[in-house]
């Protein structure tokens, strides 16, 4: 099993900044891709930005410019730094990956969630 742990979400003014954290843990051979994931009420999961193995970075247009991804293989961590927020940008941040478990199968894992919130 493989867990993903999701930590520095909060109650952030519009303009300001937030960084997320996630750490994955547990039968892990190897990493792929990581990244994040949000859900607003009333709407489906989207994307928000995914890294691979290799560094390649992807951005949902709406973030381009004003959220980095970044992650760190030898802690199996994923990063979103969040700037310049916006009242839209609230929502439920999911973390995910896609693992390569010591028993060779390469399935995707999703954290608990951490609420962003951006007042206006």
């Known amino acids: 099993q493989v867990q993903l742990v999701e930590s520095g979400g909060g109650l952030v003014q519009a303009g300001g900044s937030l960084r997320l954290s996630c750490a994955a843990s547990?039968?892990?051979?190897?990493?792929?891709?990581m990244g994040w994931y949000r859900q607003a009420p009333g709407n489906l999961r989207e994307l928000v930005a995914t890294i691979t193995s290799g560094g390649t970075t992807n951005y949902a247009d709406s973030v381009e410019g004003r959220f980095t991804i970044s992650r760190d293989s030898a802690k199996n961590a994923v990063y979103l730094q969040m700037s310049s927020l916006k009242p839209e940008d609230t929502a439920v941040y999911y973390c995910y990956a896609n693992v390569r478990t010591k028993a060779y199968l390469r399935e995707d894992y999703w954290g608990q969630g951490t609420q962003v919130t951006v007042s206006s």
């Open positions: 547990g039968s892990i051979f190897s990493i792929n891709a």
